[in-house]
C-alpha cells in the first residue's frame, strides 16, 4: 500500500526502531528492495534523488515503485524525493503522487533555508504530501553538491526547534557526523550522540529526526569488488552498532544507498569474473538483485525493523 510517513514513524519513535530508506536507480534494485522487505515485513520508503530520475526517467522510476507496490499491497510503501534541491523539483514529485519529498535547503543560510523549506511545506501539506527538511551540513558528494571535508557543520539543538516550529516540517535529517558515500571516516568512527540525543529532548515527544549518510560499507562488500577487479581502498562507514544505537534515539528514518551500490558490484563483478563468456544481462543482475534483497534485510534486521506490518 502506498502511504506517507506519518503512521510508519510514530510507530518507529514508539517502539524505539528505524525505518530504512533505500535509493533506487532501477528494477533490479527496486525488486530486491522490496522482495527483502516483504520477506521481513516491514514498511518502507523507497526513495528517488535528483541523479535516479536524471539517470532513469522519472516516469521509469514511479511506475516500478508503483509496481512494488503492487505485487506487495501488505507492505506500507512511502515515495520520497532524496535532496530536492529547489522548490520545483519538490512540487513535480508532489504532483506526481509522491507521498514525501525532502527539500534540501541545508546549503543556503539558516534563514533561506526556513523560507524555502516552509514554501515546500505549504505546497506539500495542501496536497496531504509530507516534508522532510535538513539542518546542518553533511560532508560527501550527492548528485551535483559535494560538500568537501571539514566544511560540513553539525546540527545545533537551538535552532533545530526554531526550525521545526518556523518550517512546520514533518521530519528533520540532522549532522552528528555520518556523512554520504563510501569514506565517512579516516580514524574511528565517531558519532555526536549527544547532540542527537540534546536535538531529540528539545524538539516535541515523538518528532521523527533522520540520519543521512547511515551506510555501514560492510567491509566483505569492499572486499568483494577489490578482490574481483575493484579499487576502493580506504572506504569505511558507520558501525551497525551506532546506527542501532541511534534507531532507538529519536532517529526514525535511516537512508542506505553506499551498502546497496556495494553489494550491487561486487555480485556484478564476481558473475562477470567466474563466467567471462557469459553475455546475458540476466546472469549478472540476477545475483546483484539477490544480494540487494539479502543486504535489505540485514539492514532491517540491524535498523529493529522486523515484523511491523
Ligand atoms: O544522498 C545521496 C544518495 O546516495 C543519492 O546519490 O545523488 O548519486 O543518486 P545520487
Ligand atoms: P549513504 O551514502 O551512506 O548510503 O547515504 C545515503 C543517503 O543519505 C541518501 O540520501
Ligand atoms: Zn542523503
Known amino acids: 500500500m ?32 522490496i522482495g527483502g522487505c516483504a520477506e521481513k515485513k516491514s514498511p518502507i520508503i523507497i526513495q528517488v534523488s535528483a541523479g535516479a530520475r536524471k539517470y532513469a526517467n522519472p516516469i521509469y522510476l514511479r ?23 529547489d522548490a520545483d523539483i519538490c512540487r513535480q514529485c508532489v504532483d506526481s503522487g509522491f507521498t514525501s519529498v525532502m527539500i534540501d535547503g541545508s546549503h543556503h543560510d539558516f534563514e533561506e533555508n526556513v523560507r524555502l523549506t516552509k514554501e515546500v511545506v505549504d505546497y506539500a501539506h495542501s496536497k496531504g504530501v509530507v516534508v522532510e527538511a535538513e539542518l546542518g551540513k553533511l560532508e560527501g ?5 559535494k560538500v568537501a571535508k571539514g566544511e560540513g557543520s553539525y546540527t545545533d539543538p537551538d535552532q533545530a526547534v526554531e526550525f521545526v516550529e518556523r518550517t512546520g516540517c514533518d521530519s ?3 549532522a552528528i557526523g555520518t556523512s554520504h558515500g563510501a569514506f565517512k571516516f579516516q580514524g574511528d568512527p565517531k558519532l555526536d550522540f549527544e547532540r542527537l540525543e540534546e536535538i531529540s529532548k528539545r524538539l516535541p515527544k515523538g518528532y521523527p529526526l533522520v540520519l543521512h549518510g547511515a551506510s555501514t560499507v560492510i567491509p566483505e562488500f569492499v572486499e ?26 529519536g532517529v526514525c528514518k535511516v537512508n542506505i544507498d553506499t551498502d546497496l551500490r556495494l553489494a550491487m558490484t561486487a555480485m556484478i563483478r564476481k558473475a562477470l569474473q567466474e563466467n567471462p563468456s557469459n553475455f546475458d544481462p540476466r546472469k549478472y543482475l540476477g545475483p546483484a538483485r539477490d544480494a540487494i534483497k539479502e543486504m535489505v534485510m540485514h539492514k532491517l534486521d540491524i535498523l529493529g525493523n522486523v515484523n511491523h506490518l
Open 172 to 174: 528533520l535529517a540532522v
Open 2 to 33: 502506498l502511504v506517507d510517513t506519518k503512521e510508519m514513524f510514530k510507530k518507529a519513535y514508539e517502539g524505539g526502531y528505524a525505518i530504512g530508506a533505500f535509493n533506487v536507480n532501477n528494477m533490479e534494485i527496486i525488486q530486491g528492495i
Open 141 to 145: 558528494v550527492e548528485d551535483d553538491v
Open 63 to 85: 511506475k516500478l515503485i508503483e509496481a512494488a507496490v503492487e505485487e506487495h499491497p501488505e507492505v506500507p510503501i512511502a515515495m520520497h524525493l532524496d535532496h530536492g534541491a
Open 224 to 249: 568483494l569488488c577489490n578482490k574481483y577487479g575493484g579499487d576502493i581502498p580506504g572506504a569505511k562507514g558507520v558501525p551497525e552498532d551506532m546506527i542501532s544505537k541511534a534507531s532507538k534515539m
